[in-house]
């Protein structure tokens, strides 16, 4: 689990104190995630089902397979809404773009 985003105590004078501020920067720039609290009220005969179908072992488990579910699902949608698209040159031949690079690699 990741931890939250805690700043360091600003010095007693941080009137332009550059360790404190690039400090502060780096640990607001951190690309790691950040737990979000939140509160819901739920259908307790879903969520029930929910939890035995998905063989979750506590509410946290049950939504956060829930929520990669739905992206994956979202994510899966977009692919198939390519299908048909022009999206590949029709004179693309894969097959000699290979041996160009296979006798490239062998030089």
Do not use: C
Request: net charge positive; charged share 35%; no cysteine.
């Amino acid at each position: 689990m990741a931890r939250p985003l805690r700043l360091p105590p600003p010095p007693a004078r941080h009137d332009g104190d550059v360790k404190w501020k690039a400090a502060a920067t780096t640990i607001l720039n951190r690309k790691e995630e950040v737990p979000m609290r939140t509160q819901l009220v739920l259908d307790d005969r879903l969520f029930e089902e929910a939890m035995r179908l998905a063989e979750a072992r506590s509410k946290r488990d049950l939504i956060e397979q829930a929520l990669r579910e739905f992206v994956a699902r979202r994510r899966e949608r977009r692919i198939l809404g390519l299908v048909g698209e022009p999206l590949i040159d029709p004179e693309y031949d894969v097959r000699a773009v290979r041996a160009a690079m296979q006798d490239g690699a062998g030089r």
